[in-house]
């Protein structure tokens, strides 16, 4: 999600890169793309991995988008409608995308509940997928099987996922580690935000670290400035609020916790997504091959004529295939568990 204007950050576009073809082709060569597909991780059923073995039918389309918002999301845009949704997808080549919901006051101007992305999506459950959202400091009686038990309701009704998880507390938080656990529970993967407002954390992440650790059943997807800032080594407090730009040093977080933690994903979306790419184009599209198992497509995309920066990079990267197809559609089918019936 982009930053409201009273927050004071609005995502941009990122610019062109100028990497060569000749580059790529040293640096797939250098990595190994066969090498770096990796298996699938032991928690996620195999039969479930694929959704280009001949035996699911799909909406056509080249992407699944993990990333978009109904309604009005920002006192600056106008609402976006289902109908509005599924026509920029059809233009844009894509064949399915997340509904995030935003609960928490810290998230959006508007807050956008679980049971209005359900009800919207519901007519277009084959290319419109819900997730649910709670906020941590809600209140409710009767512990964790309460708490799961609230869930489970959206479940029941279609949920695949939980976010967008975008509360001003950190991402340890006590409270939210009690969400980790019920959406571990009930095979929620949880699509979170991170920079210095929500989900704080500090450099090197280890409040994330501490919730990968302690629910290796629960799987993440980070999103937002401070993670995708994390990228790099050498990060500051600062950078976890904003969009470094050059070179990326070694010793960052995002590919340190990937090694150690299978449960561990990254969303595309946004300029966050985005940039971190492009602002060191050469390790942007090493990253790219080498996590390709572990990174989604998604844009973000939340009002009606707004720009992208996701497409157009992507054109230009002409990824190998077996590396475009986890990280445009694969990957979000098998962690989401989607099949032809939604």
């Known amino acids: 999600m982009r930053a409201s204007p009273p927050l004071g950050r609005v995502e941009t576009p990122i610019p062109p890169s100028a990497v060569s073809r000749r580059r790529f082709f040293q640096v797939a060569a250098a990595v190994g793309v066969s090498a770096v597909i990796e298996s699938k991780p032991p928690y996620l059923p ?120 975008k509360p001003g507390v950190k991402i340890d938080d006590p409270r939210n580690l009690a969400l980790y656990a019920a959406c571990g529970e009930l095979e929620l993967p949880v699509l979170f935000h991170l920079d210095e407002q929500r989900n704080m954390d500090a450099p090197g992440l280890p409040g994330l670290e ?27 407090p600062a950078d976890l609020a904003g969009y470094p730009k050059g070179a990326v040093a070694p010793g960052g977080a995002i590919d340190a916790l990937m090694e150690k933690y299978p449960n561990l994903y990254g969303d595309l979306s946004a300029g966050s997504g985005a940039g971190a790419i492009t602002r060191d184009a050469n390790f942007g599209r090493e990253f790219l091959i080498r996590r390709a198992d572990r990174l989604m497509f998604g844009t973000d995309f939340l009002a009606p004529g707004q720009e992208v920066p996701q497409l157009a990079l992507f054109r230009r990267l002409e990824l190998p295939e077996q590396v475009q197809s986890r990280i445009f559609r694969d990957n979000a089918r098998r962690v989401l568990r989607l099949g032809a019936e939604n």
């Open 46 to 165: 195999a039969d479930e991995a694929t959704a280009t073995d001949g035996k699911r039918k799909f909406p056509p389309g080249r992407y699944v988008d993990v990333h978009t918002h109904l309604g009005q999301t920002w006192n600056t845009t106008v609402p976006l409608t289902a109908d509005k949704l599924l026509g920029w997808m059809d233009e844009n080549d894509i064949a399915q995308a997340v509904v995030l919901p935003l609960v928490s006051p810290e998230s959006s101007s508007y807050l956008l509940t679980s049971d209005f992305v359900l009800a919207e999506t519901k007519p277009h459950r084959d290319r419109l997928i819900p997730f649910c959202c709670l906020d941590p400091r809600t209140s409710y009686s009767g512990g964790a099987p309460a708490l799961t038990a609230m869930l489970k309701r959206w479940v029941d009704l279609g949920a695949k996922g939980f976010g967008e998880h």
């Open 210 to 236: 501490k919730a990968l650790h302690e629910f290796p059943q629960t799987v993440f997807i980070g999103h937002g400035p401070g993670w995708w800032a994390s990228i790099s080594g050498g990060v500051t």
